[in-house]
């Protein structure tokens, strides 16, 4: 059964970091681009960061650039996401997803895990 699963959300404090993890069951990840999205209550879901098969990064939302960094271990079929001097408005449900082409377009991926939660409040 192919399927992706995140992990390393929870609570955090204004400033604080989060390293979030998706991995890969069921196939491998190394000929697929990883997404990671995310959606706040009331939000549309958004695109965050985007890696290669080969590991080239995307961060699309001005917001995240320089502060989210996305990273592949293709022998541990993983891809993280670090997010450091976390801010309340990060506060959202965390995706990670499977596709060919990195896209904002969530359409453009086959494979989505279940999210996890990020909160960042004191």
């Known amino acids: 059964q192919l399927q992706l699963v995140e992990s390393g959300g929870g609570l955090v404090q204004p400033g604080g970091s989060l390293r979030l993890s998706c991995k890969a069951s069921g196939f491998t990840l190394d000929y697929n681009v990883i997404g990671w999205f995310r959606q706040a209550p009331g939000k549309e879901r958004e695109g965050v960061s985007c890696?290669?098969?080969?590991?080239?990064?995307?961060n699309y939302p001005d917001s995240v650039k320089g502060r989210f960094t996305i990273s592949r271990d293709n022998a541990k079929n993983t891809v993280y996401l670090q997010m450091n001097s976390l801010k309340p408005e990060d506060t959202a449900i965390y995706y990670c997803a499977a596709g060919r082409i990195c896209s904002r377009s969530t359409w453009r991926y086959d494979y989505w895990g279940q999210g996890t939660q990020v909160t960042v409040s004191s």
């Open positions: 890696i290669s098969s080969s590991g080239g990064a995307i």
